[in-house]
């Protein structure tokens, strides 16, 4: 079955630190990955997914195969990138979620 | 052009109480999705329909109901609503490029 999993519940890191929220996933075969991101008061969105493999409001993300990873990344954080952020994998027709990180970049 | 609508926004019920909560898209989306989002457990799927007249369980399906009727509308049912279903519910239909798109959420009490 697939699973997707954030191991860090909560982030902290001062503005203009780099920060890299970590999803590691588990499925056989070659997944779609994306990251959605939810800022206060507004809907979850899109940030970015693996295919594209472009860079959205600075934050990059790479799948790794081997290590059957998909880590988001940017290297000078800002504080309006304070939000939840949540990786998810595309499987038979459907989106299964990870549990979230949220990330709080302080001034 | 709205995007995913949900009603209501918020919602408090009594244990045993019934409810539906509704859900419309306006962007001629085939697939569409409920979604439960607790702390620590992020988004669960609840119920999935991959088409008008088609629904399939995801992987919280116990104590909920969905209908799809038509192509625009994916509704929620809670026949008998327990605490255990306090959380903030998220229906969402997906793009021709498989891209999620999220209703605001109803946050829903249970007393």
């Known amino acids: 079955a697939q699973r997707v999993t954030q191991p860090e519940k909560l982030l902290s890191v001062f503005k203009g630190a780099p920060v890299e929220l970590k999803c590691n996933y588990s499925y056989s075969g070659s997944p779609e990955l994306f990251w959605y991101v939810q800022y206060s008061r507004q809907r979850l969105q899109l940030l970015l997914r693996h295919i594209s493999r472009e860079s959205i409001k600075g934050f990059t993300a790479d799948l790794n195969k081997g290590e059957t990873s998909f880590h988001l990344k940017k290297p000078f954080a800002q504080e309006e990138d304070s939000a939840m952020y949540y990786c998810?994998?595309?499987?038979?027709?459907?989106?299964?979620f990870g549990s979230g990180t949220k990330l709080n970049v302080k001034p | 052009n709205a995007g995913v609508t949900q009603t209501p926004k918020f919602q408090v019920l009594k244990t045993g109480q019934s409810m539906t909560l509704q859900c419309a898209q306006d962007m001629n989306h085939n697939s569409m999705y409920w979604y439960r989002q607790d702390p620590g457990m992020g988004l669960r799927l609840i119920y999935y329909?991959?088409?008008?007249?088609?629904?399939d369980k995801g992987e919280v399906p116990n104590g909920y109901n969905v209908s799809r009727l038509n192509k625009r509308e994916f509704s929620l049912r809670l026949e008998s609503a327990a605490p255990s279903q306090t959380s903030v519910y998220f229906c969402a239909s997906e793009g021709p490029v498989t891209e999620a798109f999220f209703g605001q959420g109803t946050r829903l009490t249970v007393v």
């Open positions: 329909s991959a088409s008008e007249g088609t629904t």
């Open positions: 998810a994998l595309y499987n038979f027709n459907k989106f299964y």
